[in-house]
């Protein structure tokens, strides 16, 4: 929501004249010491690359599914210190970047993605509770609002859509009534409640959870351990690491936007940096001046969004609108902190809850998010099968991880599943051009999306041509 006025010039400002930068999630005296890094030689049947969800999941259900091959996991900081421990803790059934990318670029298939994606949900809340993870797993839903009356009449012909194809189980449009019964924001005009689609988590302690089920399954983990080489060695794949090496039958990478051992996969993905704040503890005066009881997560319908939710203490966390992409695309730890992002994204939580006055901040944080071209998770073998890869989640990967480990494992057994045969899985995203043609289109691309917005959503010329193309982005 591009705030328009505020109740007190710069009052905003002393808001964050405390907050650390430094991710919340990661801030916990439950951080788990991290495992030894890997020293000498080490053989297994599988190696997973990277400890965030992605190779996390990779390496459990592998054991799930056969508790006697030899898993091995290494990950080059430590598990979850990455997006897996930064983003906002918002776990989607979907596994398309919402339902509407998914029914402009898999139509025939989209019911299909949709039911799988519930069961994909439904599988980790049953780990959740399977492996006791202390991660405040809340199946709350989320609420999609609009805060212009075009955004208001845009979500309610897109419900009257979903209707019609049969994808609305589930979702509730409400009024400007209703969302604010809800959430009280004077700039709410309009949401629609996807009510079991989505759970909100602690993503640091889910990412701590999964990694103590691993150790307790058998997998060994190393940390600070970064793969540094892939190659062939004999029927199987050796990978080099600073103190050692590994030899594996079969390689999963989950690496993401960190530069993939597969050379040819690294053009399908360019770092966006995402940012966030979080609140301090509201009061129970505070929290019922906004009367957000039901606890759901929220996120705005215009192109350059916030998210925002409840975590179990009861901060806010607001995150989102501003998406930076470094030019050549590197990943930085210096990207990870940006004050004039903080300062905006403050600005506007005020304009979306004057209520909140005088509330502080606590932290302030960023990271790097795995941006493809059609904003939804790609996959794909090399070496003969004998490697799998994932990657391109675009900021929606705290449930659709699990899917794509899945997938990952189907590839690298050779086996034909309702996984592997889907178009989603079997085809991939257009590939970003080199520089400097990356950041001149999507500096353009952003450009455009804003004036989108501040121009009642009418989409221009570029974006136009994007949507021919089955790159355009509008959520």
Known sequence: MAPRAMSRSNDWTKSLSEA?????????????????????????????????????????????????????????????????????????ASLTHGLSNGLTRWPEEIHKLEELGVRNLDAIEAAVARHSLDCDFERTGEIDVATEPYQARELKDWYEEIRRRGLADGIEYLDAEAVREQVDSPTFRAGLHDRRGVAMVNPAR?????????????????????????????????????????????????????????RRVRSYTVPVYDYALMTEPLTAGQLASIGWKNRQGLGDSANQFHYFRLSADNRILWGGYDAIYPYGGRVRAEYDDR?????????????????????????????????CSRFSAFFGTAHRGRVAYAAGYTGLGVGATRFGAEVMLDLLAGERTERTELEMVRKKPLPFPPEPFAWTGIALTKWSLARADEHDGRRNLWLRAMDRLGLGFDS
């Open 20 to 92: 650390q930068p430094v991710p919340y999630w990661l801030d916990d005296p439950a951080r788990p010491r991290p495992e030894p890094a890997l020293t000498g030689a080490e053989t297994c049947d599988l190696l997973v690359v990277g400890g965030g969800y992605s190779g996390l999941w990779t390496a459990l259900i592998a054991k799930e599914r056969d508790p006697q091959r030899d898993v091995v996991l290494v990950e080059g900081r430590e598990v979850g210190w990455a997006a897996s421990g930064r983003n906002g803790g918002f776990c989607a």
């Open 206 to 262: 889910l990412a701590w959870g999964l990694k103590r089920v691993c150790l307790g399954l058998g997998v060994r983990l190393y940390e600070h351990t970064p793969a540094l080489t892939l190659r062939p060695y004999g029927a199987g794949m050796a990978v080099r690491t600073p103190y050692g090496g590994i030899r594996a039958r079969t390689v999963a990478l989950g690496t993401n936007i960190f530069p993939n051992l597969v």
């Open 339 to 371: 004050p004039e992002t903080y300062a905006k994204l403050a600005r506007h939580f005020f304009t979306c809850f004057p209520q909140l006055e005088g509330v502080r901040f606590t932290h302030a944080w960023g990271g790097a998010i795995d941006t």
